[in-house]
């Protein structure tokens, strides 16, 4: 009774199961896609400082950044402070390119990391410049 009690529970198991069993799905065609001509190839984008890699270019952007200072200055749009700021920023810039100068030919490097902190200090003298007062009362 026991043997035949088991075989038909373990029957039952095994049936069950088999209906819990889901076919694999049937691959799906692939839709058919005609092929498209290309279209050119974009030229290489230029770094931002392609065109400024040179000292003359470096020279022109000094003297650009300290006409922005003093007119700033002149007009009021740059606190004494921010001024202040801005001009030891550009002061620190000067002093290396002289450093690097009197050294001899600038490498090419020194010249991007020079141009990349003029322009830090263009955007900076920028923000400054067009910040807007807010009363806090």
């Known amino acids: 009774m026991r043997k035949s009690l088991l075989f038909a529970v373990l029957a039952g198991l095994v049936l069950g199961l088999s209906a819990c069993v889901v076919p ?81 030919a600038i490498a090419p490097e020194q010249l991007k990391g020079l141009h990349q902190m003029l322009e830090k200090n263009s955007r900076i003298i920028y923000d400054a410049k067009h910040n807007p007062a807010v009363r806090l009362y």
Not at 43 to 70: D, F
């Open 24 to 104: 694999p799905p049937q691959p799906q065609p692939r839709p058919q896609f005609e092929p498209q001509a290309r279209p050119e190839p974009r030229p290489e984008p230029r770094p931002p400082h392609a065109g400024k890699l040179n000292p003359n270019e470096i020279q022109n952007e000094i003297a650009n950044q300290q006409q922005r200072i003093n007119q700033g200055i002149a007009s009021g749009a740059l606190t004494q402070s921010e001024a202040q700021v801005v001009q030891d920023n550009l002061n620190w810039i000067k002093h290396e390119f002289g450093r690097l100068k009197n050294q001899g």
